[in-house]
């Protein structure tokens, strides 16, 4: 598409007198500050987060910079964004967007919230095509959540789903099969008057052979909206994927004498329609705008501007701090209210199960919390401070017993190290030639060796770690003669193995198997027969200790 960012503000002629729609005075928006209007903005960001399937840039971090600049310039007050990787195995890309904002706007002012159901979200996610997911931003300064989920996701399971009642298409490939309607209701709040809003995120099947698919998608929508949301404030925005011209797959939407929808912001195949309760309740603007030179995305930001009408009292809610916590705690909330209704619990950020005023915390980091109220006939809706807590993460150690010094001759050793938490603890090398299976080292050359203990960690316990050095000495010159006169045969071995050795004096001879295990001794002279029948097939180490010298050979078992 063009490299422009669209701007575009909503220039809506009352002319149907059956709507009994108040004819009020227009005002040129770009003669208002952004804190008298209700700013909505919906961007397809095209892959965002999956940068190799993007025609702009194959840079993550361009995506990033450039994404999070535009939306700042664009000060809104709701982002309703198309094609976000967000998933556990390709990454969770909305919060690294959202955490960006925050840094440049140097506070917690954003939120996000991301639809789990993609395409084939009920899949495995896979790194051969990343999820597109449907999201939402948020400015905490002028709009709180209420409640947030996709729509139709209790009709619609699966691509083995093969009838939905009132539906005309396939039912298999049901809105792009999977990539659901993602519905949020919110209160905004702009310029001391507060109203609910729905907001519906849409992200429709693309490409020209799909139609049909759009018609079919949407007149569903349609239906369900004007059935189950018949007098509620709706914003229906997205990635429509196709023009709203008649004729065209959305003729339904605005072809009504009542006008249950009309479209007042769009580019090409992005889209904002608004119901009709949105006519009677909010005053448009005219003036239109076009910001310049995006190009870090195949589609145009689409915005509109509205001013928000409200002849209801105004309350006040003040929701108190909250002290730093650890997981898996739980703490009373308490609000005061100036209308003295009873507000409601909601988490905006973090893993929190809410029951009345009780929270409790699962997980670590931070989490945001928020009381609301959604009004009644004498009182409009109304939204508290947000509320910052850190959940400390429970603490663990490591305890990694000390390595003696080695030499190279040395059998394989265990290491022995445990997590205050009792979590099994892994190893690595960190310094010198030696290897790791398991916790069993196997010594491969002279020198200094450092090895890590540690425990990674999750949501609830904090990683640890702890770390050993040693030093492998080389075999010296005796030892290395003696090792060279002494003789194993056969081997490979499968019942009896000789051992021939250059005196007669009296020797220990230890077998160890691969995890370090010893599984055979004896003493002997100049000469010993070892028999491995028990023995399973592998990899042995015979360690011989005279006197002074200690000698390590192989033995392969192979029965």
């Known amino acids: 598409m063009k490299n422009q960012v669209l701007v575009s503000i909503a220039l809506i002629v009352l002319f149907n007198t059956v709507l009994s729609i108040n004819c009020l005075a227009q ?66 890309y909305l919060q690294e967007l959202v955490n960006k904002l925050n840094e440049e706007a140097g506070t917690e002012k954003y939120v996000g919230f991301a639809s ?12 051969s095509y990343p999820s597109q997911c449907v999201c939402y931003i948020l400015n905490t300064q002028s709009v709180s959540l209420i409640e947030q989920f996709p729509l139709f996701d209790d009709i619609y399971e699966s691509s083995r789903t093969q009838t939905i009642e009132g539906y005309n298409g396939y ?28 907001f519906v995120n849409i992200h429709a099947k693309c490409c020209s052979d799909s139609e049909d698919r759009r018609e079919n998608d949407g007149d569903f929508l349609l239906n369900t909206l004007v059935t189950d949301y018949g007098n509620d404030n709706i914003i229906v925005l997205g990635d429509y994927n196709d023009d709203t011209n008649t004729p065209g797959p959305y003729d339904n939407w605005y072809a009504d004498d009542h006008l249950n929808f009309m479209e007042v912001a769009g580019a090409e195949i992005d889209h ?14 005219i003036n239109n705008n076009y910001v ?34 650890i997981v898996g705690s739980t703490v009373t909330l308490s609000a005061t209210n100036s209308s003295d209704l009873p507000v409601e619990y909601i988490v905006l950020k973090g893993n929190v199960t809410v029951d009345g005023n009780q929270v409790t ?9 928020q009381a609301i109220q959604t009004g009644n006939d004498t009182y409009s809706p109304a939204f508290s401070n947000v509320v910052p807590v850190t959940i400390n993460k429970y603490e663990q150690t490591i305890e990694f017993d000390a390595i003696s010094d080695k030499k190279l001759s ?15 603890v892994s190893f690595e090398v960190i310094e010198g030639n030696v290897s790791i299976e ?25 990683s640890a770690e702890a770390f050993q050095s040693f030093y492998v000495e080389d075999k010296s010159g005796i030892e290395d003669e003696y090792a060279k006169q002494v003789k194993i045969y056969p081997n490979p071995g499968n019942h009896k193995v000789t051992i021939d050795m250059p005196d007669a004096s009296v020797k220990q001879i230890d077998i160890y198997n691969i995890t370090g295990d010893k599984v055979y001794s004896m003493e002997a002279y100049s000469s010993a027969n070892v028999y491995v029948d028990h023995l399973s097939n592998g990899l042995y180490f015979i360690q011989i200790t005279s006197g002074n010298i200690t000698i390590s050979k192989k033995l392969q078992v192979k029965h």
């Open 438 to 462: 398991g916790n069993v080292v196997t010594l491969e050359d002279a020198g200094n060796v450092t090895i890590r203990a540690y425990h990674n960690g999750d949501d609830q316990y904090e």
């Open 171 to 198: 039912a298999p490939s049901f809105w792009s099969s999977g990539r659901l309607p993602y519905f949020l209701k919110a209160i905004v709040s702009v310029n001391g008057k507060n109203q609910i809003i729905n």
């Open 116 to 127: 789990d159901r993609y395409s084939f979200s009920f899949n495995e996610p896979s790194t």
């Open 410 to 424: 040395d059998s394989p050793f265990e290491l022995v190290a445990t997590s205050s938490l009792g979590f099994d």
């Open 292 to 325: 310049g030179d995006v190009t870090i995305s195949d589609h145009d930001p689409v915005m509109i501007r509205l001013k928000i009408d409200d002849v209801k009292t105004a309350q006040t809610i003040t929701l108190e701090d909250v002290e730093d916590q």
């Open 361 to 369: 915390f699962n997980t670590g980091g931070e989490v945001l919390l």
């Open 27 to 92: 005002e040129d928006a770009s003669s208002l500050d952004k804190d008298k209007t209700l700013d909505v903005v919906t961007w397809n960001l095209e892959w965002f987060g999956a940068p190799i399937r993007s025609s702009a840039t194959y840079s993550y971090d361009k995506q990033l910079t450039d994404v999070s600049s535009t939306i700042l310039s664009l000060d809104a007050d709701v982002y309703a964004l198309q094609e976000v990787v967000n998933d556990r195995v390709n990454g969770f």
């Open 272 to 285: 904002i329609s608004i119901s009709n309760e949105l006519y009677d309740e909010n005053e448009a603007l």
